[in-house]
């Protein structure tokens, strides 16, 4: 038997800080208007996937960055 989820309304005044990230890259791509109205559900596996392929991008990122910084210290 499969859960039903309850379609909470997307504010994008009131993120989560993991979902700032998520936001920004889902804006970025043209979606950030596709996730206000629907939430992210409404979301293709392929667009959320690509959104999911950015956010690790960008974590390896700034994880190098910072691991750098420290290492110029």
Do not use: C, Q, Y
Not at 2 to 16: M, R, Y
Not at 41 to 55: H, V
């Amino acid at each position: 038997m499969s859960k039903v989820k309850k379609s909470e309304p997307f504010d994008p005044h009131n993120l989560k800080p993991e979902e700032i990230l998520k936001f920004e890259i889902a804006t970025e791509l043209g979606l950030g208007d596709k996730v206000v109205i629907g939430g992210w559900r409404s979301l293709t596996a392929k667009e959320s996937g690509r959104i999911g392929g950015l956010i690790t991008k960008r974590k390896r990122e700034l994880k190098k960055e910072a691991l750098e910084k420290n290492e110029e210290s």
